[in-house]
């Protein structure tokens, strides 16, 4: 085939155009590569499970691998009554299988649902990565709801409120995540049951995207369908308490009053990911069923991620870095405004260029504060603690006793980069 290297028109959508690749996958690249170029990289960037998949799930896909069958569009059947089961018991909830949506990751899942739905996407700053981007490529309008730092960077009511009284009859969806990406925050009982009392008052359907609920530290996640069960989409899956990211699992559990976007969801499946594997959805049966090795896994990771979150938190505010103490998941969401003036002084003027220079001069690859919502200028960044051996770490955690706390010693044994991590990065703006 001849190649007379000419140039074509590739006629892209002007909605993708120059868009650069998802943040987290960009700073996971980019750490991969400093690292295989020899320098020591302390990978605070990408939000990935440190555990291994609890070996009962990881024997369950072991004897499904043999599954090649294309599965029913909307899911295994036998999934989606262990997920429709597992709602039931840990939240109260009334849903059956025809409830329930499994797909290739909730991200694609949460892409379907911004296609389908019509209506005024609201989304809290700070937020997940991909929420915004997701909208921008479908050409949705979006309207960022701004969450205070005073707040503990929690979604409050009257935010809503104030939004949906300009046009009360407007549709509108809005996304809410906890415990949070980035900020490791989460909800009480009360503060649920007033944000739905808005959402219910306005018809506003929430998102409610739970991927991080069984990381609650104190394993008391409460999904806010309790309050509002009929306008509350549920997300979850496997990737952040399982520790299967890469497996490619997303759940969707719709209340009947939703069915409509169910179906909708379930048509644009149809027409593209046609079903999620199938060896996959077998194992995820096992997961969702749960049993005392799945609890024993989960009480012992959220024992490590809690005393390593609350380790790096304390180095960090005795610096002068302000940020909410985390109660989930496995994230900081540092201010660094206390630095404003030296790090302006540095000519490091927002937040991108405050996560470079620590890149460059530190190794440790934070996320800037604007790729979750926040202004440019402000100095805020997302911290992931979870590089170190999770393995070597559970391991070990299993041969204490229910009853024992995860130890100093034992995160300066079992979770040490990250702490030289921190104490980089403290290190450099005390050098400022």
């Known amino acids: 085939m001849q190649n ?8 892209l959508n002007l909605n993708v155009r120059g868009m650069p690749l998802s943040a987290t996958l960009f700073i996971n690249e980019l750490s991969n590569k400093l690292k295989q170029q020899g320098k020591k990289v302390y990978k605070f960037g990408l939000g990935q499970s440190p555990f291994p998949v609890p070996n009962i799930i990881v024997n369950e896909l072991r004897v499904n691998a043999f599954q090649k069958d294309y599965q029913q569009v909307k899911g295994l059947r036998a999934l989606r009554e262990a997920v429709a089961d597992y709602h039931s018991r840990r939240n109260d909830l009334q849903c059956s299988a025809d409830n329930v949506l499994i797909g290739p990751g909730s991200k694609e899942l949460m892409f379907i649902l911004q296609f389908v739905y019509y ?18 490529i479908i050409g949705r309008q979006t309207v960022w709801v701004d969450k205070k730092e005073s707040h503990k960077w929690l979604l409050q009511p009257q935010d809503i409120k104030k939004i949906c009284e300009e046009d009360p009859s407007r549709p509108r969806l809005i996304i809410m995540n906890y415990p ?10 009360d503060e649920l049951e007033a944000i739905a009392s808005v959402a219910k008052k306005y018809r506003v359907i929430i998102l409610s995207d739970e991927i991080y609920g069984e990381l609650n530290f104190n394993g008391t996640h409460t999904s806010i369908a309790r309050f509002y069960p009929e306008g509350t989409i549920i997300s979850g899956g496997l990737s952040k308490w399982c520790g299967a990211g890469g497996w490619r699992l997303g759940t969707f559990t719709f209340p009947g009053s939703l069915s409509g976007l169910l179906n909708a969801m379930a048509t644009v499946a149809s027409e593209t990911f046609t079903a999620t594997s199938a060896p996959i959805q077998y194992a995820a049966v096992k997961a969702f069923k749960g049993g005392m090795e799945i609890e ?4 012992n990771a959220r024992k490590i991620l809690k005393a390593l979150g609350y380790e790096i938190h304390k180095q960090l505010h005795s610096a002068g870095v302000e940020c909410p103490l985390p109660e989930g998941a496995f994230y900081l969401f540092p201010n660094f405004k206390n630095y404003s003036e030296k790090l302006k002084a540095k000519n490091i003027l927002t ?6 220079r620590l890149l460059e001069e530190t190794g440790a690859a934070l996320l800037p504060g604007n790729v979750f919502g926040r202004p440019p200028d402000e100095y805020t960044a997302r911290l992931a603690y979870v590089d170190f051996d999770g393995a070597r770490a559970m391991a070990a955690a299993e041969t204490l006793l229910p009853e024992d706390n995860i130890t100093e010693e034992f995160i300066n044994i079992y979770c040490s980069h990250m702490l030289e991590g921190t104490r980089k990065i403290i290190g450099w703006l005390k050098s400022l």
């Open 351 to 356: 937040s991108t260029e405050l996560a470079t």
């Open 296 to 299: 024993r896994y989960l009480w």
């Open 180 to 189: 949070s990406n980035p900020t490791g925050v989460t909800y009480s009982w």
């Open 4 to 11: 007379n290297n000419s140039s074509f028109d590739l006629s």
């Open 119 to 136: 209506g005024e996407i609201l989304i809290p700053t700070p937020s997940w990565v991909s929420y915004a981007p997701q909208a921008k």
